[in-house]
């Protein structure tokens, strides 16, 4: 009998803020005990710092530019749901996100389920236009405040962002802008409680609970992100008082009661499964598509700033967490992991075979290029179907066990950081020519190699296709 699979990836999930992975607080003591059940991988990272592209990634084991040039589900990426859909596999989406209802993230799901649009029926096809002409009429407004807002070093940005909480909460006016968590859990249940088909499921629950804004949950939390946002917005006008530390509090604190609460709901949703004796025939994998920054280099969220993308490490680092019961392999669970190493290791779990497009490697394989992660995105981005940009904005960057580099296309701006001695990646050490020539050419030979070998394939499969329509 083949074995479901849940996956389930947490928007904004930083791996540093899990408690087996090295925080010093107790707010998820669920995943804790859950990876225990697995296999956790300390050194696992996403392909790029924002969600569409890192979706992508994990979707389609390929980086973000390559192939076809930044399009997220073009035409030569290849879903492993959809090779899941060919095994007989039966799948469903279930998520809270608007860019999933933009973007072709649903391909090879027989069902898709939006929960903000409640589209709990059928699959969900096609863009949200109504949500692009907003997005693109608030972005030209945006862009001139950020213009104005940089000569005054950010304040604007600042107070608007702790005042909103503050506003929200005197207000109650406690609006979240996507489905909370207990409402994901309770679909799922009754998904898999009704379910009358005999095939076997792939289920995908993307939870947004981490994901800016982050709202306090009960009465006691808010009461402490008032006194919280009162103290920021007092610093603001007392010399004496840092506004960028009472910030870094106030933020990490409402960030950690979101981890505290998605933690509570993936071990409500975990112990049903073993209370209802489901969970032997469940394969899990928890990640997430990125982290968040809290203000380490001057931001908070996953955009903004004078660069729109980072590639800093409390943006990269993500948990994974694999859970196969009947797994006898013990991975190397210290080796550099990343999110195209997901959809090859479901099928090496499932004894399927992986195509030759998919640039990650089963986490239970021995990997003989697995001494570096590379990430990709671009500055600024065209919003539309294809979510295109311009690739001399594009941004790589390639980070082993002791560097990291991060190199800007168009050449305007090069970092270069020695994770063991800088874990905080403050010093730039950009002009250690040969330590950067190395790692350039590491990376420059791996995506050509890629892309030739893609363009090959791609190549391949039209020919095969052309024989085929015409007898040959």
């Known amino acids: 009998m083949k074995k479901n699979i ?19 607080k107790n707010i998820t003591p669920n995943l804790d005990r859950i990876s225990k059940k697995g296999f956790s991988f300390t050194n696992a990272f996403t392909n790029a710092p924002y969600t569409t592209p890192a979706i992508s990634s994990l979707l389609t084991s390929t980086l973000p530019l390559i192939p076809d040039n930044y399009l997220p589900f073009g035409k030569n990426r290849l879903s492993f749901a959809k090779i899941l859909k060919d095994k007989g596999y039966f799948n469903i989406g279930i998520h809270s996100n608007p860019w999933f209802s933009v973007y072709d993230v649903d391909e090879g799901f027989d069902i898709f389920i939006d929960m903000i649009n409640n ?4 699959k969900k096809m096609g863009a949200n236009i109504s949500f692009l002409k907003n997005l693109k009429s608030k972005l030209k407004v945006k862009n001139r405040i950020n213009k104005i807002d940089e000569l005054l070093g950010n304040r604007i940005k600042r107070l608007y962002r702790c005042w909103r909480h503050f506003d929200s909460l005197s207000n109650n ?45 009960n009465k006691k939390q808010e009461i402490k992100v008032k006194t919280l946002v009162k103290n920021v917005l007092y610093s603001y006008l007392n ?7 009472m910030e870094k509090k106030l933020f990490g604190y409402l960030y950690d009661i979101s981890v505290q609460y998605i933690d509570n709901k993936i071990g409500e949703l975990y112990d049903w499964l073993s209370e209802t004796g489901r969970l032997d025939n469940f394969i899990i994998i928890i990640t997430s598509d990125h982290g968040d920054e809290l203000g380490e280099h001057g931001n908070y969220g996953h955009v903004g ?14 948990p994974m967490i694999i859970i196969d019961p009947s ?15 997901i959809g090859p290791t479901i099928l090496d779990l499932l004894e399927i075979s992986k195509p030759e497009s998919y640039m990650g490697q089963s986490v239970f394989n021995i990997r003989k290029d697995n001494d570096f992660i590379i990430s990709q995105g671009l500055k600024s981005e065209t919003v539309g179907k294809n979510h295109q940009g311009d690739m001399d904005d594009a941004i790589d960057c390639i980070r082993t066990e002791k560097y990291k580099l991060i190199r800007e296309r168009d050449g305007v701006n090069v970092e270069l950081y020695n994770l063991e001695n800088d874990p905080n990646e403050n010093e730039n050490l950009v002009y250690e ?40």
């Open 6 to 24: 849940l996956l389930i990836t947490v928007d904004a999930l930083r791996g540093n803020r899990i408690g087996h992975l090295g925080y010093n």
């Open 119 to 122: 589209d709990n029926s059928e």
């Open 173 to 217: 006016k406690r609006d979240f802008p996507y489905e909370m968590g207990g409402k994901l859990n309770k679909k799922i249940m009754e998904i898999i409680d009704e379910d009358k088909n005999k095939s076997p499921k792939f289920i995908w629950a993307h939870y947004m609970d981490v994901h800016t804004p982050y709202i306090p949950y």
């Open 239 to 245: 010399p004496h008082y840092s506004s960028k530390e």
């Open 305 to 318: 700033g004078t660069r729109t993308v980072k590639f800093y490490e409390e943006l990269l680092k993500i």
């Open 327 to 341: 797994q006898k392999k013990r991975p190397d669970l210290n080796c550099l992991k990343s999110l195209v190493d």
């Open 433 to 472: 020519f040969k330590l950067r020539k190395k790692l350039e050419k590491k990376l420059n030979t791996y995506l050509r190699n890629w892309k030739t070998t893609i363009e090959k394939n791609t190549l391949e499969e039209k020919m095969r296709d052309f024989y085929f329509l015409h007898n040959i």
